[in-house]
């Protein structure tokens, strides 16, 4: 090599240098600002209302940072998960989509950068393979949250936590019962998903937007939950009238055809993918802004009943009023006495697994 080639190539390697520190003191200093961030916390209330942690950053908890970003419903997003390069390479390749979005800061972080988020999307732990059921992961997913819960309750996070992972009903009590937050704050997506799937196949037997059609599946989210037909319809009008007026016949046979496709959709999507993820994910999207924006949507959230529909002591799925503050009230809909026998089996379908969530809350107490 020439004498003039080393010379240039030694200055190129001192520009890179200086380049990779600056880069680097940039980053140290954006890491320092988001600490003051957190431990000032400049917002007026105890948390950042613009703020989420997103727990597991699998199939689910990936999908739900993407469509968080899409949405623009917060300007920060921390993303957690056991495997840190895991939740390193999300964030830099979601981070890539803003500028087709809003602007918004998202990174890997730990437990200590979520005390101040306004919600905290818990979606770590095992998924359902080919054949098992959501109850079949109870044991695996409740020793997942024995780790992340007392984490979450040593910072004191005063936002909402809302639980993904399955037996999401069985998680959510257990995340009530170890953290000893508010039931009003720990809440679990529930039926949302199940909710949508089942206005999806209404609309599509009708020929209706998805968005006209009313109708909620309650109870567990699993085997046991239930369809409200009696207060379905379309923009107001009865699901029965309306199906005679598209000229069908067999309302019985289209409603058992559409909640058996509600009820089985995860374990056909198992079969053909290994995993769900899109529809969970808009559906936390969903309940994630009637949160952040104070909506008071009615969404059929996993939350803690006491009382409601003669339930007491286990979380299952009710329309609820869900704002900033989590779970404003649980609605007591009118249900025909068949839908409020199959409500009173599902609590009861649950119950036993609520034992197996209590032992393991005391355990950690110990
Ligand atoms: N509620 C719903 O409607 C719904 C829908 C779909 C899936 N799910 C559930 O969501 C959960 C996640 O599913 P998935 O497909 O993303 O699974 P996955 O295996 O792809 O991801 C799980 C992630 O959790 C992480 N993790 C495990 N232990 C952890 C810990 N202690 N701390 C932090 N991170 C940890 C793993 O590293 C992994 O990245 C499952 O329980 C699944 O059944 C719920």
Not at 70 to 89: C, P, T, W, Y
Not at 194 to 203: F, Q, V
Request: glycine content about 8%.
């Amino acid at each position: 090599m020439k004498a003039a080639d080393t010379k240039t190539s030694d200055t190129e390697a001192v520009k890179i240098n200086a380049e990779n520190a600056e880069n680097q003191a940039a980053e140290s200093d954006k890491i320092k600002n988001r600490e003051q961030r957190t431990r000032e916390n400049p917002c007026k209330g105890p948390v950042n209302n613009r703020k989420v942690a997103v727990i597991g950053c699998g199939f689910v908890g990936a999908s739900i940072a993407f469509t968080l970003m899409q949405r623009s419903i917060f300007s920060e997003m921390v993303l957690i998960d056991r495997d840190r390069k895991k939740a390193e390479g999300e964030a830099l390749d979601i981070s890539h989509g803003l500028p087709y979005s809003a602007p918004m800061e998202i990174y890997a972080g730990d437990y200590d950068d979520i005390t101040d988020a306004a919600l905290i999307v818990i979606a770590a732990g095992a998924n359902q393979k080919q054949g098992e059921t959501r109850l079949d992961l109870i044991d695996k997913n409740l020793a997942i949250f024995s780790q992340i819960i007392p984490e979450i309750k040593k910072r004191d996070c005063q936002g909402i936590l809302l639980v993904v992972t399955n037996p999401v009903d069985i998680l959510t009590y257990a995340a009530i019962k170890m953290s000893g937050f508010s039931p009003q704050r720990v809440i679990g997506s529930g039926t949302v998903l199940d909710t949508a799937r089942l206005k999806y196949l209404i609309g599509r037997s009708l020929d209706v937007d998805a968005r006209s059609v009313h109708a909620v599946i309650i109870g567990e989210h699993g085997d046991s939950e239930l369809a409200v037909w009696s207060g379905a319809n379309i923009s107001g009008v009865d699901l029965t009238h309306f199906c005679e007026l598209r000229g069908i016949a067999h309302y019985k046979v289209m409603t058992q055809r559409i909640y058996t496709e509600v009820r089985d959709s995860a374990y056909e999507i198992i079969q053909r993918k290994g995993a769900t993820y899109y529809g969970i994910a808009m559906a936390v999207a969903k309940i994630a802004e009637s949160i952040s924006r104070d909506e008071h949507s009615i969404l059929p959230v996993s939350a803690l009943l006491s009382g409601e529909y003669g339930i007491e002591g286990l979380c299952l799925s009710i329309p609820s009023v869900v704002g900033s503050k989590g779970v404003e009230k649980v609605l007591e809909i009118p249900l025909s006495g068949t839908e409020q026998r199959e409500l009173t089996a599902s609590a009861k379908a649950l119950s036993a697994a609520v034992e197996h969530a209590n032992r393991a809350a005391e355990e950690i107490k110990k």
